[in-house]
C-alpha cells in the first residue's frame, strides 16, 4: 500500500510542478507570486513523511484541496 501511495505522491508531484509553472507564467496578486518558492506550494518531503508515518496529518482543508487536484487530472 505504501508503494501505492508513494508512487501517487510523485504523480501529485507532476501535477504540482504543472500548476506551479501556470503560476509562475503569469498569476500574481499585487504584482508579486502568490508562491515565492514551489516548497511553499507543495511540500514533497512532508507529504512523504506523512505516507511513510513519520509526520502527522495535515489539516483536513489543505488534504481536501490536495485529493481535489489530484482527482482534477485522473
Known amino acids: 500500500m505504501k508503494a ?3 508512487k501517487q ?8 510542478m504543472q500548476a506551479w509553472a501556470t503560476v509562475m507564467a503569469g498569476q500574481t ?3 508579486k507570486p502568490v508562491f515565492r518558492t514551489f516548497d511553499k506550494f507543495f ?3 512532508k507529504a512523504e ?3 511513510l508515518g513519520r509526520q502527522k496529518s495535515t489539516s483536513p482543508d489543505k488534504e481536501k484541496l490536495q485529493n481535489w487536484i489530484a482527482n482534477f487530472n485522473s
Open 4 to 6: 501505492y501511495q508513494l
Open 29 to 31: 496578486r499585487k504584482g
Open 43 to 45: 511540500d514533497y518531503r
Open 9 to 16: 505522491l510523485d504523480r501529485q508531484y507532476e501535477i504540482h
Open 49 to 51: 513523511e506523512k505516507i
